[in-house]
């Protein structure tokens, strides 16, 4: 079961309290954790910690939270951790070139869309797939098989599948790794955080709870087969670190 802490500012007394609930059939498991306005942050961070350990002691490991939370360090201590969204990003990696590129204002027609990775996986060659398909010029950057996927992809749908090369420059470059390569727009798919310049997800005709950070979230429903990557549309709202 996956947990999701609170931080609430109006629950009294001072030690968490743990309840179940459902969100989209998925079931969580709660730890509402009170801290007043002027708590030191010593106590706030213990406070936090007493309430990682209600949830590891009923097996929980891996947490959602709000997305500005502060006290991760205070989790770690008994082995929680964020939920991982690489793996719905990379699902979706094509869905999000296509969101990308119509900010950018570029048709599909005339955009040049790379793909990067270390080596080519099930999920990477999934996405290649959907990218010629979906662009005019699909660009394959992968160090280990990635000229046999491209010659492979080149037989299949009957298009030109080009080289990654130094001087080509993308419209999107899609990063499954941390490998090197630039473009207008360079998304990296992989890591506990996903780098999306400020994309979001969000699933038509729901509305998303208070205190949940989105991705997280619906990574850990796309985990619980509860949605599926394609499912999800993309918007960008303000890059971390922007000013409006």
Do not use: N
Request: charged share 25%; net charge positive.
């Amino acid at each position: 079961m996956v947990g999701h802490v609170v931080l609430s500012a109006d629950l009294p007394g001072r030690r968490p309290r743990l309840g179940e609930e459902r969100l989209a059939g998925v079931q969580f498991l709660r730890a509402e954790v009170p801290l007043p306005p002027k708590l030191r942050p010593a106590r706030a961070a213990r406070r936090v910690a007493a309430a990682g350990r209600l949830l590891a002691e009923r097996g929980v490991r891996r947490v959602v939270t709000a997305a500005d939370f502060p006290y991760w360090s205070a989790l770690a201590g008994w082995g929680l951790g964020p939920v991982w969204a690489a793996h719905l990003c990379r699902a979706c990696a094509v869905s999000l070139a296509l969101a990308v590129l119509e900010g950018l204002g570029v048709s599909p027609d005339g955009a040049t869309v790379a793909l990067r990775g270390e080596r080519v996986t099930p999920e990477l060659e999934r996405a290649a797939g959907q990218l010629c398909r979906a662009v005019r010029r699909p660009v394959i950057g992968v160090e280990r098989g990635g000229e046999a996927l491209a010659e492979e992809l080149r037989q299949r749908y009957g298009i030109p599948v080009l080289a990654d090369l130094p001087r080509r420059a993308p419209h999107v470059a899609l990063h499954f790794d941390p490998v090197p390569g630039g473009g207008e727009a360079v998304l990296d798919l992989w890591g506990p955080r996903p780098r999306l310049l400020g994309y979001e997800p969000a699933l038509p005709g729901w509305t998303l709870p208070p205190h949940w950070d989105p991705l997280p979230l619906l990574a850990a429903l796309a985990e619980e087969g509860a949605l599926r990557g394609e499912d999800l549309r993309w918007t960008r709202g303000e890059e971390p670190g922007e000013s409006t």
